[in-house]
C-alpha cells in the first residue's frame, strides 16, 4: 500500500499523475510533513511502472520543494514553510485563468466560481487551513 | 552513457521489397524502449538482425558495442530474448528445460529463478509440448530473464496472452529494472502496456523510422482538440492529423502541440470553443499510423 492514492489513467505522462497524487496526498494530509516517502523501487513495484518514471516524478516533487532528500535515507515530505506570496501567486495564476476562462464558459460569475470553491475546499480538505 | 543496441542505417530487402530501409536508432544503458509498428513494418526483421540472427543487406548494428554479425558467447550471457515463436525443446519438461538452460549461464540466480517460477505460476512436470501458449511464453521468460540478462529482448512478448497473464508478464519484465545494469527493447501490439513501461518509443512503418524519442515528449507534443460552433476552415498544417468536420464541430490530433499552439487557435478561431485534451500512446500510434497510409498507399 502507498501513502497516497493513485489511479493511472492512460494518455497522460504517467510522472505528472505520480506528482500531482503526491502534492494532493500533502494537500490532504494523508501525507504529513517529515512522513518517509516509499522508495522509488517500491512505488515502481506497486504500481508496475518503469522505475525512471518514479524517479522523475520524485525528481520533480524534491526540485519544488514537496520532497526533501536525505542522502542515504531516502525521501521525506518537506516541512513546509510558507513560500513567498509571489512564488505562490506565480505558481498558481495559469490555473486561476484556465478557471476563470472555463468558468465563464459555462456561463458561472465569479460570486459563484468561488462559493463551488469554498464548498469543495470543505467537502475534500476540512475546514482548518 | 553507454550505448546498448546501435543501428545505423540498417537495410534488409526481401526480393523487390525493403523489409527495413536506412534504420538507425540507438538504446541507452538503463532504458526500457517500446518498439512499434503495424503488422508487417518491419518490427521482427530489426529485431533478428539486432540479434544477429539475419544478416542486414545494408548498414550494420550492434549490442554492447560488438557487432551483431558476431556476437560472442559472452554477449549472449548478458542478453536475454523472446521472440514470438519461440523454439523451446518441447519434449522434455519446464524442470528439465530450466536445469539445462541454467547450465548454460554463469550468472544464472536460483533464488530468482524460484521467485519467477512462483510469480509466473509455470507447470514444471508437464512435457512442453503439452503446455498451453501462454505457458509457454512464461516459461521462455523465466529461461530468458533468471540469469539477470543486462539486456532483455522481446519480440511481441504479450500475443494472445490473457489479461492476468499479461499484467504477470509486465511485473515480471519490470523487475529486471531494479538492477543496476539493465535495458529493455520490445516490440508489441498491445500499446496500452507500453505506457507503464516504456521510456522511449520508436515506430517504424513500411520499414522505415517514423518516430524515435521519449514517451513523455511524444506525450506531450500530441493533443486531441476540438472546435465546436461556427468557425472558419482550419488551415491545414503538416502537423494535423486525421482532421473531421462534422457541421460546426472540428477534430484532430496535433502532433507538435505547445502553448502556442493554442493562442493561435484561440486567435484564428475566436468564435469557437476550443477544448484540448491528452490522449494515450494507443491514439498516438492510431493517428500516425493512419496519416502515413493516407500519404503512402500501399499498392
Not at chain 1, 476563470?100 to 462559493?115: I, K, M, R
Amino acid at each position: 500500500m502507498l501513502p497516497f492514492t493513485i489511479q493511472i489513467q492512460l494518455g497522460e505522462p504517467i510522472y505528472e499523475q505520480i506528482v500531482r497524487a503526491v502534492k494532493k496526498a500533502v494537500a490532504t494530509g494523508q501525507l504529513l510533513p517529515g512522513a518517509q516517502m516509499p522508495s522509488v523501487r517500491v512505488i515502481s513495484r506497486e504500481l508496475s511502472v518503469n522505475p525512471n518514471t518514479v524517479q522523475k516524478a520524485i525528481s520533480r516533487l524534491t526540485d519544488e520543494g514537496v520532497l526533501a532528500s536525505h542522502p542515504g535515507s531516502g525521501s521525506f515530505v518537506a516541512e513546509r514553510g510558507p513560500s513567498p506570496r509571489a512564488e505562490r501567486l506565480s505558481a498558481l495564476k495559469p490555473l486561476i485563468e484556465q478557471l476563470l476562462v472555463e468558468s465563464a464558459h459555462h456561463g458561472l460569475t465569479a460570486d459563484e466560481l468561488l462559493e463551488l470553491i469554498r464548498q469543495h475546499h470543505q467537502r475534500n480538505y476540512g475546514n482548518d487551513h | 552513457m553507454e550505448t546498448i543496441i546501435e543501428a545505423r542505417n540498417l537495410g534488409k530487402r526481401y526480393r523487390q521489397k525493403d523489409a527495413v530501409h536506412a534504420l538507425s536508432l540507438s538504446l541507452p544503458a538503463g532504458r526500457a524502449c517500446a518498439f512499434l509498428g503495424r503488422n508487417g513494418a518491419g518490427k521482427t526483421t530489426t529485431i533478428k538482425m539486432l540479434a544477429g540472427l539475419i544478416r542486414p543487406d545494408s548498414g550494420s548494428c550492434s549490442l554492447f558495442g560488438q557487432d551483431s554479425q558476431h556476437l560472442r558467447p559472452e554477449d549472449w550471457q548478458k542478453t536475454g530474448y523472446v521472440s514470438e515463436n519461440q523454439e523451446l525443446y518441447d519434449w522434455m519438461t519446464g524442470e528439465q528445460l530450466i536445469a539445462f538452460t541454467s547450465k548454460l549461464y554463469p550468472s544464472w540466480d536460483k533464488p530468482f529463478e524460484k521467485e519467477l517460477l512462483e510469480k509466473l505460476g509455470i507447470p514444471l512436470r508437464r512435457r512442453v509440448s503439452f503446455c498451453s501458449r501462454g505457458e509457454k511464453v512464461k516459461l521462455a521468460l523465466l529461461l530468458a530473464m533468471a540469469f539477470r540478462p543486462r539486456l532483455l529482448i522481446l519480440d511481441e512478448p504479450f500475443a494472445g496472452l490473457d489479461p492476468l497473464v499479461r499484467s504477470e508478464f509486465l511485473d515480471t519484465v519490470l523487475e529486471i529494472t531494479h538492477q543496476n545494469d539493465w535495458s529493455i527493447f520490445f516490440s508489441t501490439h498491445d500499446v496500452d502496456d507500453v505506457e507503464k513501461l516504456a521510456d522511449d518509443v520508436v515506430i517504424i512503418d513500411e520499414g522505415r523510422l517514423q518516430v524515435s524519442e521519449s514517451l513523455d515528449s511524444l506525450q506531450n507534443r500530441f493533443r486531441r482538440i476540438d472546435l465546436q460552433g461556427p468557425h472558419e476552415p482550419l488551415m491545414k498544417t503538416a502537423a494535423i492529423l486525421g482532421l473531421e468536420r462534422h457541421a460546426d464541430h472540428s477534430r484532430f490530433i496535433h502532433s507538435a502541440f505547445n502553448s502556442e499552439t493554442l493562442a493561435t487557435l484561440e486567435a484564428n478561431h475566436s468564435e469557437a470553443h476550443i477544448d484540448v485534451s491528452t490522449i494515450s500512446l494507443k491514439e498516438i500510434f492510431i493517428a500516425l499510423a493512419k496519416n502515413f497510409q493516407t500519404e503512402n498507399p500501399r499498392s
